[in-house]
C-alpha cells in the first residue's frame, strides 16, 4: 500500500481528493512545513496534535486508517497514548 506523508490541511486534502484511503503525518513534515526547519523537538506536542485534529476534521480518509507520527518524546506521555 502506499501511503502518502502530509503536513497540513492542503496536503492532506490533496491525498484525500486523489483518493488515498490514508496519510501518515510526521513531527518531521510539520516542522519543516511550519517553522522550515528539522524536527528536534521545536514543536510541542499540542501544536502537533493540533496539526492532526485539523487534519481529521477536513478529509475522509477511512477510520482507523490516520498514522500520526510519535516518537520518543511522547512514548512516557500518557495523554498521547489515547
Do not use: C, W
Amino acid at each position: 500500500m502506499v501511503v502518502p506523508g502530509v503536513f497540513d490541511v492542503l496536503s492532506a486534502k490533496v491525498a484525500d481528493a486523489v483518493g488515498f484511503p490514508s496519510a501518515v503525518l510526521t513531527g518531521y513534515g510539520v516542522s519543516a512545513a511550519h517553522l522550515g526547519e528539522p524536527d528536534f523537538g521545536i514543536l510541542t506536542q499540542t501544536q502537533v496534535l493540533d496539526v492532526a485534529r485539523r487534519v481529521v476534521a477536513v478529509t475522509e480518509f477511512e477510520a482507523f486508517n490516520r498514522f500520526i507520527g510519535a516518537d520518543e518524546r511522547y512514548a512516557e506521555d500518557e495523554r498521547f497514548k489515547r
